[in-house]
């Protein structure tokens, strides 16, 4: 199985959803489109990793409700234990920024600006999902959801990527202050 397959089993290790609900759960962690999602379902099913419901609706297509199966527990209990590959940056805002000197510093800054402001959405979005996980979780702020509360998982993945934006913020604020001004 690819690290694919083993992502649609953490998500189903804590939720029964669809194909389409997966999709959206997984896009922040990582991209995946409908053409890799619903084929590896399929597989997962066939290898008996997960089983469906065919839930009906009136207004649109009927459809698939996945559940992980036990063995499938156990293929992402023997994935857990396995080292992770190493982190794959794909950012294209980090090539421009290798040959910024090739255009006027104004052009340069508005590249960094308009990261920066993407940056503080993000961090005002990131903000809120932790506060959203710590009342589902039952814990004050400042506390932190026990090893085995569901919600640690995301509770862990949302704070670092809380501490990658501003992260991100400060390089972003930093590599302004070295781009020239327009009266510089």
């Known amino acids: 199985m690819n690290t694919l397959a083993y992502g649609l089993l953490s998500l189903l290790s804590h939720s029964h959803l669809s194909g389409y609900d997966l999709m959206l759960k997984l896009q922040p962690f990582w991209p995946a489109k409908h053409s890799q999602i619903y084929p590896l379902l399929s597989n997962l099913e066939k290898e008996e990793q997960v089983t469906f419901e065919l839930v009906a609706q009136t207004d649109k297509p009927d459809k698939k409700v996945y559940t992980i199966t036990e063995k499938g527990i156990d293929s992402l209990r023997e994935w857990l234990s396995v080292p992770a590959s190493d982190p794959v940056l794909r950012d294209e805002l980090m090539i421009k920024a290798y040959c910024l000197s090739f255009v006027d510093p104004a052009i340069s800054r508005k590249l960094f ?3 920066l402001e993407y940056y503080h959405i993000k961090l005002q979005r990131y903000e809120e999902k932790i506060t959203h996980i710590l ?15 569901p919600y640690l998982g995301a509770y862990i993945l949302l704070n670092k990527a809380l501490m990658s934006c501003k992260t991100n913020i400060e390089w972003c604020t930093w590599v302004l202050k070295v781009i020239p001004a327009d009266n510089e």
């Not at 009342?135 to 509360?149: D, F, L, R, T």
């Open 113 to 115: 600006v308009s990261r």
């Open 135 to 149: 009342k589902k979780s039952g814990v004050n702020e400042g506390e932190i959801p026990s090893y085995q509360s």
